[in-house]
């Protein structure tokens, strides 16, 4: 323990742990929280409570005239008055204030110094120290000695609870980012999540102020330096494409593209570990020993052995570690402009194409819309695909119009030339419960076909609904999976499902229409 004063956020507890080491870290989780225990591999299992996941309709940005015309107010970014961010502060620093020992884990968030700010996290679990340990770049010795006044704060006292009679508050939850205050307060959820997602937040906020694009994609290097972008929400394979023993491995979620290339924003990656195993995903696996935390996870008591099938607590089981447990990550994460760009998503109604090249008009269409879909039968009464559109494929996370990243990321498309992918991680031959999902195999051939150039050389047919050139030969995979109507046994059924998808884009890009160009709303499909 050390000693270290955090009274310039009015808190007075005396027994401060300070940038802990993860055994100190492991040695007080298993001490003092309840479901803390070492996996066979040695990584520490935590236990998130009632929350197993982030609570977006609880988020909530204070109004304040300085950053009042930046924000794209809305379902997204829901308006909190300034005094009602005092009140829930109160109640975070007084809960705060009451506990035998805090955490503070101070780092940085972005890997290219000009772009770089300070966070400083303070916490009452040594999960969340350890979690935010790993997400955060860490700092050296005599960095952490400098470190000074953080730019921004986190007062994470997500064990106790919102008042739900405060002005704008609807649950016992809330997340409250004040961008003027430079403070995040959390209530009601222990959700680790939470953190990081503010931590990307706030970045996509400060940086397309100065001219730099902030993304919700992960990315990886070539041995020829050529970079990959990937584009999805989660569950489409953002984490598992890039993690590709072929390519270093820059990040897995959060980036930044500048003038002069990307850089990763985080420390670390959080990767959902469902289903995860050794033989599909050997990176990852290889990644959950001693210093990841497991979030949620079920084990085996006696050998204490991750079932990382069982879903019964939760689907978003979810694994932590630093970058560098990736064994061909690249350190500092910083590449150069990137050469191919894959937007991913899961098509539930396996009528997308398992890849097809965009033209910059496409791009911007699809970046747009950020599509995916989830499938039937996970609520009662529900018998069919789900669509999912999320603006820029991470809408809860951004602070400015989508449309403010969407001409940024075009503009450095055309500038760079960058070849922009549609690739589809998910049902072929049929909706979910007739088709098959695509085979990892197939997609990890399309994008090695993508980063060797093939691919870009292969003749194209145009999709007649989607309008997308549609490669007709890929190495690694069967001709008859690319184009998806040849794969469907009933190709009227293929018709009516491609053009009941078409009509869902045409309907969701609507509320963007009247920001984009013709050409724009042009490259959307056609019903």
Not at 324 to 329: G, H, L, T, V
């Amino acid at each position: 323990m050390q000693s270290f004063s955090l009274s310039q956020h009015d808190i007075n507890v005396t027994t401060v742990y300070r940038n802990a080491a993860p055994a100190a870290l492991y040695e007080l989780a298993l001490k003092h929280e309840p479901g803390a225990a070492i996996t066979s591999t040695g990584a520490l299992v935590a236990m998130s409570g009632e929350k197993r996941g982030r609570s977006p309709k609880d988020k909530r940005i204070v109004d304040r005239e300085s950053v009042r015309d930046h924000v794209w107010w809305g379902d997204v970014n829901i308006k909190l008055d300034p005094s009602s961010f005092m009140v829930n502060r109160e109640r975070a620093v007084d809960y705060l204030n009451t506990r035998e020992r805090l955490y503070v884990v101070d780092g940085y968030a972005g890997w290219d110094p000009e772009h770089q700010i300070k966070i400083r996290v303070i916490c009452a679990r040594a999960y969340h120290a350890l979690f935010m340990h790993n997400m955060l770049i860490r700092p050296e010795p005599h960095q952490l000695e400098a470190f000074g006044d953080p730019d921004y704060v986190i007062l994470n006292a997500g064990q106790f609870p919102a008042n739900r009679y405060t002005t704008g508050m609807t649950s016992k939850t809330s997340i409250d980012l004040d961008l003027e205050r430079r403070e995040m307060i959390i209530l009601g959820t222990e959700y680790a999540g939470e953190m990081k997602k503010g931590v990307f937040t706030i970045m996509h906020y400060l940086m397309p102020g100065a001219g730099v694009l902030s993304m919700h994609c992960s990315a990886n290097e070539g041995k020829g330096g050529d970079v990959s972008l990937f584009f999805g929400l989660s569950g489409t394979g953002k984490t598992t494409l890039s993690a590709d023993p072929h390519r270093a491995l820059i990040g897995d979620d959060e980036h930044c593209w500048t003038d002069t290339g990307v850089f990763n924003i985080e420390g670390g990656c959080y990767a959902k570990m469902i289903d995860l195993s050794k033989e599909q995903e050997p990176e990852i696996w290889n990644a959950i020993r001693y210093g990841a935390v497991l979030e949620n996870v079920i084990y085996d008591e006696a050998t204490r052995v991750v079932d990382y099938s069982n879903v019964s607590l939760t689907e978003n089981t979810r694994g932590s570690y630093p970058i560098e447990f990736i064994e061909n990550a690249k350190t500092p994460c910083i590449g150069g402009h990137p050469r191919n760009i894959v937007f991913l998503t899961c098509d539930a109604f396996g009528v997308l194409p398992p890849v097809a090249r965009l033209d910059p008009a496409q791009a911007m269409y699809h970046f747009i819309a950020g599509y995916t879909a989830k499938v039937a039968g996970t609520e009662d009464g529900v018998t069919e695909p789900q669509t999912t559109f999320s603006a820029c494929f991470g809408a809860p996370f951004l602070v400015r119009h989508p449309t403010v990243y969407a001409e940024m990321l075009a503009e450095k498309i055309r500038k760079h030339d960058a070849r922009v992918w549609l690739v589809n991680t998910g049902w072929s031959g049929g909706s979910y419960g007739v088709g098959k999902r695509m085979k990892l195999a197939y997609t990890r051939a399309i994008i090695d076909a993508i980063h060797d150039g093939s691919l870009a050389d292969a003749p194209t047919a145009k999709d007649p609904v989607f309008g997308v050139a549609v490669p007709t030969s890929c190495p690694g995979v069967p001709a008859e999976i690319l184009q998806p109507r040849q794969a469907w046994a009933d190709g009227a059924a293929y018709d009516a499902t491609a053009t009941k998808l078409a009509g869902l884009f045409q309907k969701n890009f609507a509320k963007y229409a009247d920001a984009a160009s013709p050409e724009i709303i042009a490259a959307g499909p056609k019903v």
